[in-house]
Nanobody
Framework: QVQLVESGGGLVQAGGSLRLSCAAS????????VGWFRQAPREEREFVAA????????NYADSALGRFTISKDNAKNTVYLQMNGLKPEDTGVYYC?????????????????WGLGTQVTVSS
């Protein structure tokens, strides 16, 4: 019954910004760790950022640290990924995912539920 819907992707020039949203139904996000992952064509899915449900603790990949910010709005049951200073290497399909365990995980195999993704393309 859980559904995760990502939105906010698109085409942006290098140096620009996008805000991705992950809206959940069937589960309360405050009870789960929520991770953002991305996957470029023909490459493995990689961790970007995560936020814990219980404490709001955040965790960022080195590539995202200082440029991306993960946050959540519990009233809207939505998690956001604000992406600033985008680079062409940020291009890929971005997915949100839920994991009920602690601590926050960086491996995609540790997450239980996934959205269908939203495309982010950064031109040089």
């Amino acid at each position: 019954q859980v559904q995760l819907v990502e939105s906010g992707g698109g085409l942006v020039q290098a140096g620009g910004s996008l805000r991705l949203s992950c809206a959940a139904s069937g589960r309360t996000l405050s009870r789960y760790n929520v991770g953002w992952f991305r996957q470029a064509p023909r490459e493995e899915r990689e961790f970007v950022a995560a936020i814990s449900g219980r404490t709001g603790t955040t965790n960022y990949a080195d590539s995202a640290l200082g440029r991306f910010t993960i946050s959540k709005d519990n009233a809207k049951n939505t998690v956001y990924l604000q992406m600033n200073g985008l680079k062409p290497e940020d291009t890929g399909v971005y997915y949100c995912a839920l994991d009920g365990g602690l601590p926050i995980k960086r491996s995609s195999g540790e997450y239980d539920y996934w959205g269908l993704g939203t495309q982010v393309t950064v031109s040089s």
